[in-house]
């Protein structure tokens, strides 16, 4: 079983910068493949970035690609979405989650944060 908590959301005016953090407890991420994903109100859940165990493979949703970066530090248990040059349809609730698989389909996450708040204004 595997705890995720994630943090690092807030209000941020359009072209500003986030760092959100998903720390990570109860077994080691190292052996994991790990996800963003984000939901704005009315919109189904959708992919953001995953990146592999090792971290040496990373993917993104066209719409964040070169301006998120997405890292993991094993030794801490905890990953990272650096998201820069924010836009006001970056505002949702991001998810970290956990797979075992490199994949970009919700259904292939078991473990999943609580979710934090990303505001982006005009």
């Known amino acids: 079983q595997v705890q995720l908590v994630e943090s690092g959301g ?8 986030l760092r959100l953090s998903c720390a990570a407890s109860g077994r080691t991420l190292s052996t994991y ?9 009315g919109k189904e859940r959708e992919f953001v970035a995953t990146i592999s165990a090792s971290g040496g493979s990373t993917y993104f949703a066209d719409s964040v690609k070169g301006r998120f970066i997405i890292s993991r530090d094993n030794g801490k ?16 609730v991001y998810y970290c989650a956990a797979s075992q698989r490199l994949r970009t389909s919700s259904e ?3 473990y999943w944060g609580q979710g934090t708040q990303v505001t982006v204004t005009s």
Not at 10 to 17: L, N, P, T, Y
Not at 77 to 92: C, F, G, I, R, V
């Open 10 to 17: 807030g209000s941020v005016q359009a072209g500003g910068s």
């Open 33 to 41: 493949v790990m996800g963003w994903f984000r939901q704005a109100p």
């Open 108 to 110: 292939s996450y078991q």
């Open 77 to 92: 248990n905890t990953l990272y979405l650096q998201m820069n040059s924010l836009k006001p349809e970056d505002t949702a």
